[in-house]
């Protein structure tokens, strides 16, 4: 898509951290913005201040994601919802703390990909799902998160190519921000548990990550991912403070 | 005497398939085998042919199984190969709950007892194997969450091993990577699943596959690394039918 101005984009997950980046970057683009989140105070502040459109509701419900796409009927969605994990090592977590991310993010990850394939969404249509560099590297202290992540980006291949078999035109890509943002929620707790564990400082533990990346930013890369031809393919993207978007798969 | 003599071997989800041969295995060879699994008629099947195996009938998912089960035998060794067989349908057609199947049982058995050989811990020494898959670097679009939960079970050896390194209790953790094993009950799921799916017969679908493991190839891989003691603490290994080598998580 050459703009956003009066595209249709449902951001799911976008009232905090980096999904609310997203909507602040889109919302300067003109786009006709919903924004889906649990919080609905924090909603109503949204709608006041940025003048989009809000659905209260939890992600990980199947009849929230069917509801939602047949009513805003996006071409684009960004799939943002998510739990902040337990920060402990493996043995100090409980089964119910292990599976947090799988239980949210795997989960809502789930039905709305399920949506998007059974509305269907548009052809052209973009869904842009949150993985982590969690799923390169690993990330020993927060339980299932990593293999959570890893479970996200695998599941954007395969609807990539139930979208091809019943020749939808859908595209899913996965986003894989290479570095802790120390300016989210989730960042800030796992920098914290981090640096402790490293007996360094937070914020010396995250100048390890080179240039810091504002969730501002984030957004802005996500624009440049959905209006530069040149990204409309690629399954995957690393993104970074320092080096921006890079295509991770053909 | 075996090469095993002396150790004690704990082989969770022993009464079939890649478990169950490494259980024969390990009592050929010497070891003291204790097989544990949820189905009692295919472990009395197995007390019937293998005497020498002790079996218990536990679900290991649980919270209280390594308890239960370290009560019976503290292992030198432990084989982590259970699982669940995943329904096989694309991604759109699955409940959450079949597609959340492999983490549920899978994953939960290698949380429970990866964690209770860290917090118990396992005498200094011990090995702890997982029976993973080549799907969790590949991926598999027919098997819902079952590669993801194989990732997950990598990770957790991964990160099980930095902590047994930290906290200095001399274990070793380590993953196996076979890929689809036509002749176990869901290796020959999957090559129903995938072979219908490319509109071709089972075997002819075997046959494309370069070099796969059998049953048996597996449970040789699991004896010959645990009782290899040279540089593999942590390490993933690649399985087929030629052998098994090192890869890097982190490459995949």
């Not at chain 1, 009849?63 to 047949?70: G, Q």
């Not at chain 1, 564990?197 to 930013?217: D, Y």
């Not at chain 2, 004690?8 to 003291?32: D, H, P, T, W």
């Not at chain 2, 998912?61 to 699982?83: E, N």
């Amino acid at each position: 898509m050459q703009t956003l101005e009066g595209q249709n984009i449902l951001v799911v997950g976008g009232s905090r951290g980096l999904g609310f980046g997203v909507v602040e970057a889109v919302v300067a683009r003109k786009a006709n913005v919903t924004v889906v989140a649990r919080d609905a105070a924090r909603l109503a502040e949204l709608k006041d201040h940025l003048g989009v459109s809000v659905i209260a509701g939890d992600a990980t419900d199947p009849a929230l994601a069917e509801s939602a796409i047949r009513q805003v009927r996006p071409s684009v969605l960004v799939l943002n919802a998510g739990a902040t994990p337990a920060m402990a090592p493996l043995h100090k977590q409980s089964w119910q703390s292990f599976s947090r991310n799988w239980d949210t993010d795997v989960r809502a990850t789930f039905h709305w990909i399920q949506a998007s394939l059974n509305a269907p969404l548009a052809r052209g249509s973009r869904v842009l799902i949150s993985s982590s560099g969690a799923a390169i590297d690993g990330s020993p202290l927060s339980g299932g998160y990593a293999g959570a992540k890893r479970m996200i980006w695998i599941m954007a291949g395969y609807a990539n190519g139930l979208a091809n078999e019943l020749d939808l035109g859908i595209r899913f890509q996965a986003l894989v921000v290479r570095q802790i943002v120390g300016a989210t929620e989730l960042g800030r707790a796992a920098a914290e548990a981090y640096a402790r564990r490293k007996g360094v400082s937070t914020e010396s533990f995250l100048a390890g990550f080179g240039r810091p990346l504002e969730p501002r930013e984030y957004g802005e890369h996500i624009v440049t991912l959905l209006t530069d031809p040149s990204y409309e393919t690629a399954q995957a993207f690393a993104i970074r403070g320092e080096t921006g978007i890079q295509p991770l798969e053909r | 005497m075996g090469e095993l003599a002396g150790k004690n071997m704990v082989v969770i989800g022993g009464s079939r398939g890649v478990g169950r041969c490494v259980a024969e295995a390990g009592a050929k060879l010497g070891a003291r085998v204790l097989a544990v699994a949820r189905h009692e008629p295919a472990l009395r099947d197995l007390a019937r042919n293998a005497p020498a195996i002790e079996v218990l009938a536990i679900d290991a998912s649980r919270t209280g199984a390594p308890s239960k089960v370290f009560g019976a035998l503290v292992p030198d060794i432990l084989v982590l190969s259970g699982g669940a067989i995943p329904l096989t349908a694309p991604l759109h057609e699955q409940s959450w709950r079949e597609f959340a199947a492999n983490w549920e049982c899978d994953v939960r058995i290698a949380f429970h007892f990866c964690k209770a050989a860290l917090s118990r811990p396992l005498p200094v020494g011990s090995s702890i194997v997982l029976i993973a898959s080549s799907a969790a670097l590949s991926g598999s679009p027919l098997t819902g969450g079952y590669a993801g939960s194989k990732r997950t079970q990598m990770l957790i050896a991964n990160y099980s091993q930095k902590e047994s390194d930290r906290l200095g209790l001399g274990l070793r953790f380590v993953t196996l990577a076979p890929g689809i094993i036509p002749d176990s009950d869901f290796g020959r799921v999957a090559v129903n699943a995938y072979s219908s799916y490319l509109a071709m017969s089972a075997s002819e679908f075997v046959r494309g596959l370069a070099s796969p493991p059998t049953s048996c190839d597996v449970a040789k891989a699991v004896v010959q690394l645990s009782l290899n003691r040279c540089q593999s603490n942590g390490q993933m290994y690649i399985v087929t039918g030629k052998g098994f080598e090192p890869a890097s998580l982190c490459k995949w």
